[in-house]
């Protein structure tokens, strides 16, 4: 049997991620592990992710925001959101983890399944990069960009 071109590059654009993914290092997975743990957090409205997980010299920038911001901002910020809405559902997909040093910068999409507090749902989907920093032996956000992509 000959195998097609176009059947083959479908092939690895399908398990492209998963293979990458089993290659990464302890040190990436160490790493994505702390980014669904933050998003876990955050979806369960539990805030105390800011206060473990959060450099005090934060800054970012998120996509609908009109410059940047700092860490009281993103509590000010997530106060708000928790009260107004509600994640139920989430799932985020690996793009990429670069690590030098004691710092690191991930890429990532997500798709995210959330309720308003008028009990309206919308599915949106996003894109995220991170800059961590390990301070102390633990990650910290230092940096992100990004947010949900614009609605069409």
């Known amino acids: 049997m000959k195998?097609?071109?176009l059947w083959l590059t479908l092939l690895l654009l399908a398990f492209g991620g998963v293979a990458a993914a089993q290659t990464w290092s302890a040190e990436q997975q160490e790493i994505w592990q702390f980014e669904q743990?933050?998003?876990k957090m955050a979806a369960a409205k539990d805030m105390s992710w800011m206060?473990?997980?959060v450099h005090p010299n934060l800054s970012y920038w998120e996509t609908q925001r009109h410059s940047p911001q700092d860490k009281a901002s993103l509590v000010r910020w997530n106060r708000y959101n928790n009260a107004?809405?509600?994640v139920l559902e989430q799932e985020l997909f690996p793009v990429s983890i670069v690590v030098t040093g004691n710092l690191a910068v991930v890429h990532y999409r997500y798709t995210m399944a959330r309720e308003n507090y008028r009990k309206e749902r919308?599915?949106?989907t996003?894109?995220?990069t991170d800059i961590l920093l390990k301070d102390g032996g633990s990650w910290?956000?230092?940096s992100w960009s990004g947010g949900d992509d614009p609605k069409k």
């Open 126 to 128: 996003g894109r995220y």
């Open 84 to 86: 107004s809405t509600t």
């Open 122 to 124: 919308e599915m949106v």
């Open 3 to 5: 195998t097609s071109p």
């Open 37 to 39: 743990t933050q998003w």
């Open 140 to 142: 910290k956000f230092v």
């Open 51 to 53: 206060d473990t997980m």
